[in-house]
């Protein structure tokens, strides 16, 4: 299994203002994924971060609102940028270990924005 | 389209019942599903994976089934405890990428004492 750190766990924050979110594996992993949890919906994936390119995203994502990095196979960032209320979600990054095909969650960052 | 259905949306029980939750796909082609707990305002825990050539998986109090030919999958819960209030969802892999899932809209579970 992998052990998935991912910080903040959660923030306030004002309107027009950015949050980088951390994520952070135990063990190295080819693809991460970052997913948004708006307030009484299920999750959607925002994007697919792959070490040494950029990220792929998700038809109704782009790169200006959601910038990621993803310097190395353990680390990875997602920047949502020009918060506005509609923002507010729980945020989580995933990963899949190994072959066993189990996707493995961060305990999330449940951002509101003011 | 993949799609995927949780019924029922929300299920209150009192300690000691049994707890069965329903999870369909439109999809039958599907490599395996994955049923989560979601405990309010936190990350995902991963419950039990089931591979598409699997017909159950069970983990101590926990059974899944699956029927890929009608697209369902149930969660067995035995014996309900208080601390098995959460949300429970289930997810199946997108045919483009074993690493994204397509999600439920999930199941809310309340246990009373």
């Known amino acids: 299994s992998a052990v998935i750190s991912q910080k903040p766990s959660r923030d306030i924050c004002q309107r027009g203002t950015s949050l980088t979110i951390q994520c952070q594996v135990d063990?190295?992993?080819?693809?991460m994924f970052w997913y948004r949890q708006q307030p009484g919906q299920s999750l959607t994936l925002i994007a697919t971060?792959?070490?040494?390119?950029?990220?792929?995203?998700e038809s109704g994502f782009v790169i200006d609102k959601f910038p990621i990095s993803r310097p190395n196979l353990t680390f990875s960032t997602l920047t949502v940028s020009n918060m506005s209320p509609e923002d507010s979600s729980i945020y989580l990054c995933?990963?899949?270990?190994?072959?066993?095909?189990?996707?493995?969650f961060g305990s999330g960052t449940q951002l509101s924005v003011l | 389209k993949q799609e995927v259905t949780q019924i029922p949306a929300a299920l209150s029980v009192p300690e000691g019942e049994n707890l069965v939750l329903n999870c369909s796909f439109t999809?039958?082609?599907?490599?395996?599903l994955q049923w989560f707990r979601q405990d309010p305002g936190k990350g995902l825990t991963s419950l039990l994976l089931?591979?598409?050539?699997?017909r159950e998986q069970t983990s101590g109090r926990l059974n899944a089934s699956l029927d890929k030919s009608s697209g369902r999958s149930t969660l067995y819960i035995a014996a309900s405890q208080p601390g098995d209030s959460a949300t429970y969802l289930c997810?199946?892999?997108?045919?483009?990428?074993?690493?994204?899932?397509?999600f439920g809209a999930g199941t809310q579970v309340v246990v009373t004492p």
């Open positions: 971060a792959n070490q040494g390119s950029e990220a792929t995203y």
């Open positions: 999809d039958s082609a599907i490599y395996n």
């Open positions: 089931i591979q598409s050539s699997q």
């Open positions: 063990s190295q992993v080819t693809m």
């Open positions: 997810a199946v892999p997108r045919t483009d990428s074993w690493g994204k899932l397509q």
């Open positions: 995933s990963v899949q270990s190994g072959t066993n095909e189990k996707l493995f």
